[in-house]
């Protein structure tokens, strides 16, 4: 992961410092403890549950440094920088699809707090590409494996 900006909601910031102190002090104990008990097992060359808890450490550790990283890079929107005018990152958007006149709700979010079953979807996604830097009234075009769906802005609303 680079050194790039991290775009985040305070809610979004707030997930990922409860996740990292959750890593640092429960999770770490844990796989130590698991460890430790497959090392008095006796020999580790064959030790399953060894290979496992090294296996969990390692992640945990690695997803510490990339949470510090994120943190140390993160850039916080709040909900006064959000402009009613135009979609950006923290915007609620409603749109609506021109084809089947479906009405879907989405809130636009840095990629590292994206989670599509909470309709948050990030500004690198197709639709949040598409209508990133857009106004209300607007009908876009996204790209979609199943083809092309075209879209309108109906409303802009901050978190």
């Known amino acids: 992961m680079s050194d790039k900006e991290v775009l985040l909601t305070p809610d979004g910031l707030k997930k990922l410092e409860d996740e990292l102190e959750n890593l640092k002090s429960v999770k770490r104990r844990e796989v130590a403890e698991r460890i430790k008990i497959a090392i008095g097992y006796g020999d580790i060359s064959e030790n399953s549950e ?3 808890a090294k296996n969990e450490q390692a992640f945990i550790e690695g997803r510490i440094i990339t949470l510090e990283k994120m ?38 979010v840095g990629t590292a707090e994206s989670d599509p079953l909470q309709n948050k979807i990030s500004n ?12 209300k009234g607007t009908t876009v075009e996204v790209s979609v494996p199943a083809g092309i769906i075209q879209y309108k802005i109906v409303d802009i609303k901050r978190l």
């Open 124 to 135: 690198e996604s197709p639709v949040g590409k598409a209508i990133i830097g857009k106004k």
């Open 71 to 108: 943190l140390r890079n993160a850039r916080i929107i709040n909900n006064d920088e959000i402009d009613l005018e135009t979609v950006n990152i923290g915007s609620t958007v409603v749109v609506e699809d021109l084809e089947f006149r479906d009405t879907m709700e989405y809130t636009i």
């Open 50 to 52: 060894y290979e496992d």
